[in-house]
């Protein structure tokens, strides 16, 4: 479904064809959900929440005026949905040790997200866990859906140097925990 | 990033989340439900409009008639006299009215009691 497709998809959505919304949902309800479940720490809560996602999503349809892409928006509003959720439950995420990112030089952390080792991948991902909501819904979106970087800062409502800043940081976030696990408990 | 090949396998096949069998069709049909309730408050949306327009031109042409035409209109209050024969009737009247809701009470409770031991 490219742009000017899903606009007119949408507008006839809007006049009355609802079930063209299944091809929506046959197109992003996987992608959607798996970045709230990389989000939200449980398969359920998740699967809740995509739903609440796309409930919300054909609600406010007829806001959405076409500025940004279909996907962004509908990737923000799966992202503010996950985050109000976090705050509702009160999920917990590590502490992390903000000098261990500091001291970690750029060619550590290259080697280290570029090595295939299965061991030091289990480490990775146990790191990627360890991450707060914001990151890995950064993580999520620029490695997976390898979304672009104007369009992250479109989802998660921050500037793109934010966004480069903050993947810059996020990268040496989980090569700190891999080296050092120098974390606690919030 | 190119160089990041490894942390782009863990996010490309680690935690994906697999979503159930049949959840799309769940949610299409929690859609289509939303869909139902949209028109259903569209239409009472556009009902109370047009109640409320009806109601203000109802009330402006009234007022209209009242400011310019100067019509007075006056209901006379209805005369009702009773006869002393008439309240000796009214009274057997009610007595018999009485009399029937009470078996009318009556006949509803005892229903209710044989329906209930069958349940």
Redesign the interface.
């Known amino acids: 479904m490219e742009s000017q497709n899903e606009m007119d998809y949408i507008r006839r959505i809007l006049d009355g064809e ?2 063209l ?2 091809s929506i ?2 197109r992003y ?2 992608p959607i ?2 970045m709230i ?2 989000i939200v720490p449980c ?1 359920e809560d ?2 809740e929440l ?2 609440d996602t ?2 919300k999503a ?2 406010k349809l007829g806001t959405y005026k076409g500025d940004s892409s279909f996907s962004t928006w509908l990737y923000r509003i799966a992202y503010n949905t996950a985050i109000s959720a976090t705050r509702k439950k009160k999920y917990e995420f590590p502490l992390l040790d903000e000098n261990l990112i500091c001291n970690m030089s750029d060619e550590a952390v ?1 080697a ?6 299965e061991d ?2 289990q480490q ?2 146990k790191a ?2 360890l991450l707060d909501v914001e990151d890995k819904a950064l ?2 979106l620029y ?2 859906e390898e979304r672009s970087v104007s369009e992250i800062s479109s989802i998660l409502q921050l500037k793109p140097d934010n966004i480069k800043v903050k993947l810059y940081r996020v ?1 040496k976030k ?1 090569c700190s925990l891999v080296n050092s696990k120098g974390y606690g408990s919030r | ?1 190119d ?10 096949t ?7 069998y049949g ?2 069709d769940r ?2 049909k ?3 439900l ?2 139902k309730k ?1 028109r259903k408050r569209a239409q009472i949306r556009i009902l109370g409009l047009i109640s409320s327009v009806s109601l203000v031109m109802v009330v402006g042409t009234i007022l209209l008639i009242h400011r310019y035409l100067a019509v007075k209109i006056t209901m006379p209050a209805p005369d009702v006299r009773f006869s002393p024969e008439a309240g000796g009737m009214f009274g057997f009247f009610f007595y018999i009215a009485f009399l029937v809701l009470v078996l009318l009470v009556l006949d509803t409770y005892f229903r209710n009691l044989r329906q209930k031991p069958r349940e």
Do not use: V
Request: hydrophobic share 40%; no cysteine; charged share 30%.
């Open positions: 609802t079930a919304f299944s949902l046959a309800s996987r959900h798996s479940y990389r398969r998740a699967e995509t739903q796309f409930l054909f609600r290259d280290i997200l570029g090595n295939e080792d030091l991948m990775m991902e990627i866990e993580l999520t490695y997976t990268r989980i | 990033m160089q990041d090949k490894a942390l782009k396998k863990i996010l490309n680690g935690k994906r989340g697999d979503l159930p959840f799309e949610l299409m929690g859609i289509l939303e869909a949209q």
